[in-house]
């Protein structure tokens, strides 16, 4: 086992042996590999995290995290990886390692899961571009053994029908459960007999999608599919997920049932400030991450405390950035701030001086934050 400190978190490697390599399509390819025994717990994960991945490209150490696409009852780690460019370390990746090879693998993280409701009706919805379908499927598969009464709606959005991944097995699991998962491809780059599933996945498709598929409730002539929906999944790139989750919300799905999974670095926020605050500029900041002190200044407080950390590339701990995970969360020890939303901290903890990074606007010319929470 080696630990090492990666986007401000300490992750405990462990050398796994890959068992299955294949190529999907013409830039992306799976891996999977094999839990030995001693290691079942290490390794015990919830549908929809990711796994960090150590590996060497050009002679250097390389960390990624790639997502899981196989299912916890499946025991098995399995992940659909991307392919960016023929000189990045991925496509290294993908020439170096092959079957019989170890590779270091960070123990299960990440904040893109759901409860599981197993004896409720619900309706869940999915919004996926590319290889974002990654922890979608993972889900998928999860919610379709563990739910039987929930039912699945996946829009999956491509440039073409020839970089559709995991197509085959998208279309077994809508073929076994019937009613319960329908799918809908979309290609941008690709003419479809039927318009409606030509272009990106964007605001303006949410409002035809809506429209014209999630209309009529057969087990409720007074409502709309769309009524029923009890949550989202989107999983992409930043844009796609900045425009479709501010559509789902104005449509009427509430921010915390709108679960979102960004596949690229993104320092804009998802959500924008509707609030206004008195200006202060040039604004003091100090913290601690991980037992090392940090001192900086931000512009002025017109965007969140996170945003900001992350546009001078500070590692600070974040995934959804809309005030519901709580990665970002930490102690203000000196200052003022407003927490303009939280669905994750309790009346107590707020008390206490937790904040949430990703929700909280500077209101003092100084403060003073501590992310180690222990």
Not at 24 to 49: D, R, V, W
């Amino acid at each position: 086992m080696e630990q090492q400190i990666y986007k401000g978190k300490l992750i405990q490697f462990h050398p796994l042996k890959v068992t299955k390599k294949e190529q999907l399509t013409k830039n992306t390819f799976s891996l999977e590999f094999e839990i030995p025994g001693n290691l079942k717990e290490n390794f015990k994960f919830e549908a929809g995290q990711f796994v960090s991945i150590k590996f060497i490209a050009h002679g250097e150490e390389v960390i990624n995290d790639y997502s899981m696409t196989s299912a916890p009852y499946e025991k098995k780690i399995c992940l659909g990886i991307k392919v960016n460019s023929p000189s990045g370390a991925t496509s290294e990746l993908f020439r170096n390692y092959n079957v019989g090879d170890e590779l270091m693998v960070g123990e299960p993280s990440g904040r893109f899961t759901l409860v599981s409701k197993p004896s409720e009706f619900r309706t869940i919805v999915a919004f996926a571009a590319g290889i974002g379908i990654t922890p979608v499927l993972s889900h998928f598969k999860n919610i379709l053994h563990t739910e039987p009464r929930t039912r699945l709606f996946l829009f999956f959005g491509n440039k073409s029908s020839e970089e559709v991944i995991y197509r085959e097995q998208l279309d077994n699991l809508a073929r076994m459960h019937g009613e319960r998962l329908q799918i809908f491809y979309f290609f941008s780059k690709e003419q479809t007999a039927d318009q409606f599933f030509y272009g990106r996945l964007d605001e303006r498709k949410l409002n035809l999608i809506i429209n014209q598929i999630l209309h009529l409730d057969d087990t409720d002539e007074e409502s709309t599919i769309w009524d029923a929906v009890d949550e989202v999944l989107i999983c992409g790139k930043g844009e796609m997920i900045k425009s479709l989750a501010n559509a789902c919300y104005h449509h009427g799905i509430p921010k915390k049932n709108i679960h979102f999974e960004l596949f690229e670095e993104y320092n804009d926020d998802i959500y924008p400030v509707e609030k206004e605050f008195p200006l202060i500029e040039n604004v003091e900041v100090k913290f601690k991450m991980l037992g090392k002190d940090y001192e900086t200044h931000l512009p002025d407080n017109r965007e969140k405390i996170l945003q900001q950390l992350l546009i001078q590339n500070f590692p600070v701990p974040y995934s959804c950035k809309s005030g519901i995970c709580g990665s970002c969360e930490c102690y203000l020890e000196e200052g003022e701030v407003e927490l303009l939303e939280n669905e994750y901290l309790t009346e107590k903890e707020e008390a206490q001086g937790k904040i949430l990074a990703c929700m909280s606007i500077v209101k003092s010319k100084k403060i003073k934050l501590n992310f180690d929470l222990s």
